[in-house]
């Protein structure tokens, strides 16, 4: 069935570093990968995507990377700040809105 | 532009009752998906509505059903409440039924007791 597995649970950095977040999909069908930023309280907010025809995408601090013939895709954030702490949820989709999600990963930024 | 609003922002209900949760998308979105979070089972699909037609229906069982109106607004009823049902119920508009840029509203607290 699709199935979209996330690594790691959870993540700790000193600011300034970087962090990587890998997700792994299932459905060979999946052709789009939003990454979505949830902070504590608050609703999921889309912070970047990519569809399968792309390789790569960058905006700013953040990157994201598809490798379509292993079926992962990964979250790059560079320079990382306090407020880049969050739960991170990647997700895959082959269609009509229908995301499936990874079970996240809690970033904490350390000052 | 306002953002999409759920009603209500929480909810108590007891095992057995039943409970309708409401959406508003983001005017000129069209399609209105629902999920359901909790702390084990993450975010997962409940269903998608695009002109009032459900399109994709996840893996719950037949007490949790949806429809969407013909101003896009969608509700989600679930009948016959179990204490598993306790959530927090997120709806997501969009602006058109392929371009999957989802925008959450802040979701509904359902305690079941």
């Known amino acids: 069935g699709e199935n979209v597995e996330q690594h790691p649970s959870t993540l700790s950095v000193q600011e300034g570093d970087s962090a990587v977040i890998k997700c792994t999909y299932s459905d060979s069908a999946s052709n789009y990968f939003p990454w979505y930023k949830q902070e504590l309280g608050k609703r999921p907010q889309l912070i970047i995507d990519?569809?399968?025809?792309?390789g790569e995408k960058k905006d700013q601090r953040i990157a994201v990377t598809l490798n379509k013939t292993a079926k992962h895709f990964s979250l790059h954030i560079t320079e990382t700040q306090p407020e880049d702490s969050a739960v991170y949820f990647c997700?895959?989709?082959?269609?009509?809105?229908?995301?499936?999600f990874g079970a996240g990963t809690r970033l904490a930024v350390h000052p | 532009k306002a953002g999409v609003t759920q009603t209500p922002r929480y909810l108590i209900k007891t095992r057995g009752q039943q409970v309708t949760l409401s959406c508003s998308p983001i005017s000129g979105h069209r399609s209105v998906s629902w999920y359901q979070q909790t702390p084990g089972q993450g975010l997962q699909f409940l269903f998608e509505y695009f002109s009032e037609t459900q399109r994709n229906k996840g893996n719950f069982p037949g007490r949790f059903s949806g429809r969407q109106f013909s101003n896009s607004r969608s509700e989600m009823n679930v009948s016959t409440l179990e204490l598993g049902d306790s959530a927090l119920y997120l709806c997501?508009?969009?602006?058109?039924?392929?371009?999957?840029?989802?925008?959450f509203g802040s979701g509904t607290q359902l305690s079941v007791l």
């Open positions: 997501a508009s969009s602006l058109s039924g392929d371009d999957e840029k989802l925008f």
């Open positions: 997700a895959g989709s082959r269609g009509y809105n229908k995301l499936i």
């Open positions: 990519i569809r399968s025809n792309v």
